[in-house]
């Protein structure tokens, strides 16, 4: 297979080898939240018909963190998004099959294990980019999402989980939620991502028990009922919720 | 530095470098439970003051999970035991103190990256043996380490941090607790991991609502006050539980 992509690969090897972390990749999946509609952030590798996360490799002196932010960079265009490592993939034939008809010493055909991270934004506020392996870019429907290369979907499958997981000890809703809210956006906000009805009694309960929000003395107007009340994060025990965890009921 | 440490990584430098893979390793934090203390299994290498986590490297040829059971064994002689994975620590100088006297192409000397697991057992359970490489291997009480090698007390940390979370939405107690117990037994194992009271109204009507429990009708007979009803797990419940998560209040 004597392709362009394959010359570029081949070209490309030795500098991979010399700077950077064998055996090592990193795979972001990045949520994106606007109106009421989650989605996450694919790309599509040349000449493949495949689609998958953004992701990369490691260089020999950088810390991981910083090399997991600098790759979203690269791929997407994203930056100052908080990346949260939630799990390593390390299936001995995860990307076998992937490389096949590419040589043996090609960098990008080794066994690597893969740091998967996970974002959620307003994807109003990113413009992806597309890197020089990759022809596409795109914010894809997370219930229509396309064939995903090696075991990428696992990798996002996980990410879900623990994305609503995350829901039970981390606030979720700043940056995605406009400044002033009322409780029931910031219930569908939830809705959405647990993909569930929430009772409107518990959560309203639940989430005036965390202390993070303010109350203001505003409401909504315009709709046909009740004008209901407007709240914005209290951005100190916000942050301090998200360092520490939600004042859970243990 | 020409000691008998020394020797044997050289010899076994090559061995290391055709059958495992460059750059990984993988940490286990086992936490130990028994009558009412938590401890942690640590190994002190052989000429060294400081001890650390057990751990080892992946086989090229092996899954992930499968490497990390195996290297708890090898270390501890622990089989049996269910490890979670919980954080993959990648900081770029993690290790680089720790084998500075020794020549560069040591294969213990380049830089990894750790991905980390931790279990929780009953310690009356296991037998720790020693390896090769070890001269001690212990259960130490988590509130009185000793001096930990690298970042392994920031593994611990995070360990810690990691078995409090996951009890909001994982049960905790099948092979800890006796096949009975009282519901003030089962709190006590919760104040233990959390380390602080929990309030005990509280404490039972959320073990009610999360279904993993089966009320006998028999009670705990002999004490000075009103004896108080056992229990024992529902097994299914239970590992349904462990599977999907206790049903959370979302």
Same mark, same amino acid.
């Given at each position: 297979m004597k392709s362009e992509l394959y010359k570029q690969l081949t070209i490309l090897s030795p500098y991979y080898k010399e700077n950077y972390l064998p055996s090592v990749s990193i795979d972001c999946v990045v949520f994106g939240f606007h109106n009421a509609c989650l989605k996450v952030l694919l790309i599509k590798l040349k000449e493949s018909e495949t689609w998958g996360l953004p992701g990369g490799y490691l260089k020999k002196k950088e810390d991981l963190n910083v090399g997991a932010n600098r790759i979203l960079q690269e791929r997407t265009g994203a930056t100052n998004i908080y990346l949260n490592q939630f799990k390593t993939f390390g299936?001995?034939?995860?990307?076998?099959?992937? #490389?096949?008809? #590419?040589?043996?010493?090609?960098?990008?055909k080794q066994r690597y294990i893969s740091i998967a991270h996970y974002a959620l934004i307003d994807f109003e506020t990113v413009t992806p980019v597309m890197d020089q392996f990759s022809d596409a870019c795109e914010w894809k429907d997370i219930d229509m999402l396309p064939e995903l290369m090696m075991d990428h979907q696992h990798i996002f499958d996980e990410a879900l989980i623990q994305l609503r997981r995350d829901l039970n000890y981390k606030p979720v809703g700043l940056n995605l939620l406009p400044e002033k809210f009322t409780m029931p956006e910031l219930q569908k906000l939830y809705e959405i991502i647990l993909n569930k009805k929430l009772n409107r009694g518990n959560f309203y309960r639940k989430m005036t028990r965390y202390n993070i929000l303010d109350k203001l003395n505003e409401t909504r107007k315009g709709g046909a009922h009740k004008a209901p009340d407007l709240y914005k994060f209290d951005i100190e025990n916000y942050n301090a919720a998200l360092k520490t965890g939600l004042q859970e009921s243990w």
């Open positions: 299936d001995k034939n995860r990307s076998e099959a992937h #490389f096949k008809d #590419f040589p043996d010493d090609l960098w990008h």
